[in-house]
């Protein structure tokens, strides 16, 4: 067995178990809501617009993962770092060196000057005087720094949407230049109070009021039909201020709880535009008013959020195309220039790319540590519509029950995430760990799962212990090589594999749970009702994560193995810590706070 076989084979164990430690913490996040979320039944992909798209359909569409975009800060950031590797006690001129090599790469990222002035400054302020500490190097203190100077640039804390209590509709008026996605936004802006906002906010009414472009009308009837939302569009010949007012009028004696006017573009500031929105905004006295800028327009997009703010009075930005090639300079520029918080992020095309903007989780991207809470989110999306039961996981592997259906559906869940690289993009560390031969052999072995999976018989595929080794296992193995014109070696291999993973599972669950017979003790429906505090249980979930990405649970057939093939034990464990600090050096590997 060749070294890369034995690095495929560890990639299995840590996405099975990682995906684990994720789904705990789904758990332990969401409390309750969590279990009741994921017993939802799933909704029809093919009618859906809430369907999770997979990665090679966003790439067909030429969209690209919306995590991708600071890559190169990220790694212009390490490198920064790394200039300051081993320093135990830092001062002002010992980080001389990195805070220039953050400066450069900010600015090349077309983050406004001001702004990384102002961020270096604080970070050398603050830097000063670090010294190492017990357990963690003054490097690691120092990339803290950064990366909270980062947060703090982009906003601090959420900026949430205002919301009226008083019984009357909550009114968001949508501004911005020509084509930078304000109908588009206003279509997922629907589709997020619908679908992800508080009950308070599901009935929604979007309000056409441009009516300078023939098809900008159409276009909002369209994606509003998409997410089944009540679009007012009265027509072409009628005065945008008076749209407005009727909508908010309509929606007061229809019962909509929010209302989002789509104005006009136009292709730079002029007073016309200023003045019809200025009317717009007295007339409704919206609770927002939101700026959508596009990202790609880099800084300019913060001059802009700061011109429009002083002209009109806005409450927020909203940034669009953060899926497409922008260097981040938008996003890092915004807040800075303007003092205006950005809410919501824009990351494709279609209604349900929209995302809160956070700034504490885009600073972890920013700086490289994976973020691990969009996977679990996005884990969470894929397991609602997979209707994959991980309660019955849990249960089954803490019972030693964990069969191939099981893994199988795992495996369609990590598809629908977006694929093994997608995952690994999220993994603190892992990343530049993984390379594309990697993940390509990754993505073979998952098809050829797949066809022994179909290979199998129903009961086979309940039962892995029937490939174990006998006479029977023999004839099985032969059976479904056969079958699926694959070598004997390689459906033994994964048998053998798989049973690798469900003791790694095991571990990992019986790490989460603390004590496995909690979980043999209750019935599947039992674990579902579980209250927010027993869930408290689950709290060493990350813990075990890390561990899984860190090879500490290695399991010892694995490492058996590894030994024969030449790595000892030793140099296996030396690995391991390796991994470990490298995954220090990067960043504490925690995922966000
Ligand atoms: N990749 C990507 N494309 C987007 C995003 N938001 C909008 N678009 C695209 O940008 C183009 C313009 O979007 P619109 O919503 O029509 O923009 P607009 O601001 O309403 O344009 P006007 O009404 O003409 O001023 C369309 O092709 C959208 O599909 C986004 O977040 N990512
Ligand atoms: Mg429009």
């Given at each position: 067995m060749s070294v890369s076989v034995l690095r495929l084979r560890l990639v299995w164990v840590l996405m099975a178990t990682f995906l684990n430690a994720a789904l705990c913490r789904v758990y332990r996040d969401k409390g309750r809501v969590g279990f009741v979320t994921l017993q939802r039944p799933s909704l029809d992909q093919s009618s859906s617009p809430f369907s999770v798209s997979s990665r090679r359909q966003r790439q067909r569409r030429g969209v690209t993962a919306p995590q991708m975009i600071f890559d190169q800060v990220a790694k212009g950031l390490k490198t920064g770092m790394e200039k300051i590797a081993g320093i135990e006690r830092l001062n002002s001129e010992s980080i001389q060196p990195a805070l220039a090599e953050i400066k450069k790469v900010l600015v090349d990222a077309d983050c406004n000057i001001r702004v990384v002035n102002a961020l270096v400054k604080t970070v050398a302020f603050k830097a000063d005087g670090v010294r190492k500490l017990k357990g963690v190097t003054a490097q690691q203190q120092f990339f803290k720094l950064v990366k909270d100077e980062i947060q703090e640039v982009l906003g601090g804390s959420d900026a949430s949407l205002a919301r009226r209590v008083d019984g009357r509709p909550t009114v968001i008026l949508l501004a911005g230049l020509q084509g930078t996605g304000k109908t588009t936004f206003a279509s997922k802006l629907a589709y997020y109070c619908a679908k992800?906002?508080?009950?308070?906010?599901?009935k929604v009414l979007l309000v056409a009021a441009d009516v300078y472009r023939p098809a900008a009308i159409d276009q909002l009837v369209t994606m509003g039909g998409k997410t089944n939302t009540t679009v007012y569009a009265p027509g072409a010949d009628i005065d945008p201020v008076r749209i407005a007012r009727e909508a908010v009028e309509k929606a007061k004696n229809e019962g909509f709880d929010t209302v989002v006017v789509d104005t006009a573009g136009r292709q730079a500031i002029d007073e016309d535009l200023m003045d019809e929105l200025a009317r717009i905004k007295n007339t409704v006295k919206p609770d927002e008013t939101l700026l959508v800028v596009d990202a790609m327009t880099g800084q300019e997009a913060a001059a802009l959020t700061r011109q429009f703010d002083e002209r009109i009075g806005i409450t927020g930005a909203v940034l669009t195309k953060l899926d497409g090639d922008t260097r981040g300079g938008a996003a890092l520029s915004v807040r800075g220039v303007?003092?205006?918080?950005?809410?919501f992020a824009g990351?494709?095309?279609?209604?349900?790319?929209?995302?809160?903007?956070?700034p504490d989780r885009m600073a972890s991207r920013i700086v490289g540590m994976g973020d691990m809470m969009t996977l679990v989110e996005k884990a969470q999306d894929a397991f609602d519509s997979t209707n994959f039961d991980q309660v019955k996981i849990f249960k089954k592997v803490a019972e030693d029950r964990y069969d191939f259906n099981d893994f199988m559906g795992q495996i369609e869940a990590i598809g629908k995430m977006g694929g093994v690289g997608k995952i690994f993009e999220f993994l603190p560390g892992m990343a530049d760990k993984m390379n594309n031969d990697v993940l390509r052999k990754a993505a073979q072995n998952l098809k050829i799962f797949r066809k022994i999976h179909a290979a199998m018989t129903p009961e086979e595929r309940k039962n892995p212990k029937a490939f174990i080794r006998g006479k029977q296992a023999d004839e099985r193995i032969t059976r479904i090589a056969a079958e699926t014109g694959l070598t004997m070696y390689a459906v033994r291999s994964f048998t053998t594999q798989f049973m690798q993973i469900r003791k790694a599972m095991k571990q990992q669950t019986q790490k989460t749970f603390g004590s496995m017979d909690y979980l043999k003790g209750k019935s599947v429906e039992d674990l579902k009702k579980m209250s927010p505090d027993d869930l408290k249980a689950l709290n060493t979930a990350a813990e075990a994560g890390q561990q899984a990405a860190t090879g500490q649970n290695i399991p010892r057939k694995m490492r058996r193995q590894m030994e024969i093939k030449g790595a000892s034990a030793k140099e296996v464990q030396r690995q391991a810590q390796e991994r470990q600090a490298n995954m220090m050096r990067q960043g504490g590997g925690g995922g966000p706070k």
């Open positions: 992800k906002e508080d009950p308070a906010r599901k303007s003092g205006k918080p950005i809410k990351v494709g095309e279609r209604v349900e790319d929209i995302e809160l903007f956070r």
